[in-house]
């Protein structure tokens, strides 16, 4: 069996393996708050109105942070891939760049050889 290929480091992978436990799943779970408005559920709509704003906090505070950190991750992983891409790509480069030299000095030199020397000493 062959290993499996490693992916590249800004690839988020799994590093912590976690086993699922019987006795946790068999304990109940715990209480979840009605929704606010919802009959029965004893919140005012003052209580409603906080948690809403709360919700509205975070997500704009979140969001903030990521609109922050995220264009100098994106450049960064970017900056990487390029990097390893010019790397792979460099000894195909060469050959590309040699055999145009080649063939740009071998038509250099068939014109001025067929020529001929006495177009030369003009």
Not at 31 to 48: C, L, R, V
Not at 56 to 76: A, D, K, Y
Request: no cysteine; net charge negative; proline share 11%.
């Amino acid at each position: 069996m062959s290993t499996p290929p490693v992916a590249p480091r800004f690839v988020p992978t799994l590093t912590e393996v976690v086993e699922w436990q019987p006795e946790e799943a068999a304990a109940p779970a715990p209480q979840q708050p009605a929704a606010p408005g919802a009959p029965g559920s004893g919140a005012s709509a003052a209580d409603a109105a906080a948690v809403l704003a709360l919700q509205e906090h975070i997500v704009s505070s979140v969001l903030g942070r990521v609109e922050h950190s995220l264009p100098g991750r994106l450049s960064e992983a970017i900056a990487q891939v390029v990097m390893e891409q010019t790397r792979f790509m460099l000894p195909r480069l060469r050959e590309e760049i040699a055999e145009a030299v080649r063939h740009s000095v071998a038509d250099a030199l068939r014109e001025e050889l067929g020529s001929g020397p006495s177009s030369s000493a003009g």
